[in-house]
């Protein structure tokens, strides 16, 4: 990788916007430097807007760097107005808690690469503590509230209805503040964050100046959005999020499968280690043959991997498999309820799997792969019907508890692609 940072951060299209380069492009000459990047834990977990700011640390760490992950105890309490149309609500100080917890579980394990390099700060740790005429009186008091204003975070807000709070007003001091304090502390001298930080990030630069006579510096990124302008990871269902319990490796590998050609494109450029010249092999090969998506697979494959590992990456190709035919042997019925999602499905009792079972004559006429039980025994004496993908060519088969495939699930088919799922409850 080139060891010139700014320049690979342009060349994969990862900066927005800069301070002065010539000058930042100086202090990132010396390996060993800090770069930090924040995450408020509004959530118990990232989401994949989120993956940016990840994947600039993971360069960050690849050019020899050390990056530095705050999380944002303290600041989670307001809530950022950037990039908001309408006030946060507050958490009570358990739901922070438990959103800290998780979002450091998270970027530590991102981060994995970079060893004891990576720094995972709580600003918190220092706010906690700070009395409200002490802060104003060494902080604010270097804040010119003309500077404040004329943000665009703040701007944009002051013109709604709504307008703006003076606590979410004091958010802008409080990330000043925190750029500050990881010179102090670390030498941290460049913060990065997305293209909506901007404002944040000048205002520290203008404090740390002002307070220490310190050169601090700042890149934003573009926000992760689709070609048509709408932000990626968002779904009809909702957010793509990283932790597993809220999307399945298996959702989040379809995300990726599933995206446009070009946007594809632009998140294997962005959002992998792969090199500049492998990610633009895969956009040769993106020309000469789209179908065969070979840059989704990649991408899928790489962010699976790096956001679940080796298992969830496996049990999201198996997951996949499944969708296109592989035999269903051991998934839980959650699994199966994500793999099949959008197919139809049919609650049964479950005493009808008691005794002789249930005829799949009948089960295949509720879940409507069959009009009529006549042309349900047709279809299974030529072939076409499968139990958990499994073809079975008796009319006669009754379905008992030896077919779930979960606790009271199992899945019908009929031929290659009709699928239904029938639940037992």
């Not at 320049?7 to 380069?21: I, K, Y």
């Not at 000058?23 to 000459?29: G, I, Q, V």
């Not at 958010?171 to 010179?183: A, E, N, R, T």
């Amino acid at each position: 990788m080139p060891h010139d940072l700014l320049t690979e951060f342009e060349a994969r299209g990862l900066v927005h916007q800069s301070t002065d380069a010539a000058a930042l492009r100086d202090w990132l000459a010396t390996p060993g430097r800090r770069v930090y990047a924040g995450f408020d834990p509004t959530a118990d977990s990232l989401h994949v807007g989120h993956l940016v700011a990840l994947v600039l640390l993971r360069c960050v760490a690849r050019a020899g760097h050390e990056p530095v992950a705050l999380v944002g105890g303290a600041t989670g309490m307001i809530g950022d107005p950037s990039g908001r149309s309408e006030e946060r609500n507050l958490l009570s100080p358990e739901e922070l808690a438990a959103n800290i917890a998780g979002v450091e579980r998270q970027i530590r394990a991102v981060l994995s690469s970079a060893g004891d390099r990576v720094h995972v700060v709580n600003n918190a740790d220092w706010m906690r503590g700070v009395g409200y005429l002490e802060f104003l009186r060494d902080v604010g008091k270097h804040v010119p509230l003309s500077q404040m204003l004329a943000k665009d975070s703040v701007k944009s807000r002051l013109d709604r209805d709504g307008g703006l709070s003076y606590t979410e007003f004091s958010y802008m001091l409080l990330q000043s503040w925190d750029f500050v304090h990881l010179g102090d502390v670390l030498d941290c001298r460049v913060q990065i964050g997305g293209s909506d930080q901007w404002g944040n990030i000048t205002a520290g630069i203008e404090l740390g100046r002002r307070l220490r006579s310190r050169d601090l510096h700042g890149i934003t990124c573009p926000l992760l959005t689709k070609a048509d302008g709408t932000k990626m990871g968002k779904t009809a269902s909702g957010a793509i999020w990283l932790d597993p319990k809220r999307t399945s490796p298996y959702r989040f590998y379809q995300y990726w499968i599933n995206l446009d050609d070009d946007d594809a494109g632009r998140c294997l450029l962005r959002l992998t280690d792969l090199t500049l010249d492998e990610t633009a092999a895969f956009d040769a090969k993106r020309a000469a043959a789209p179908a065969a998506r070979d840059t989704q697979k990649r991408l899928a494959e790489e962010l699976t991997r790096l956001v679940h590992g080796d298992a969830g990456l496996a049990a999201a190709r198996q997951a996949t498999d499944i969708f296109f035919g592989a035999e269903i042997t051991s998934l839980d019925d959650q699994s199966l309820g994500e793999i099949f999602a959008d197919v139809p499905s049919h609650e049964f009792a479950r005493t009808t799997l008691d005794g002789d079972g249930l005829a799949l004559v009948e089960a295949l006429k509720a879940t409507g792969l069959a009009q009529s039980a006549s042309a349900a025994r047709r279809t299974i004496e030529q072939g076409g019907i499968y139990v958990n993908n499994r073809r079975i060519a008796d009319a006669a088969h009754r379905l008992t508890a030896q077919d779930l495939a979960g606790t009271a699930t199992l899945v019908l088919r009929s031929g290659k692609k009709s699928y239904a799922v029938a639940r037992f409850v």
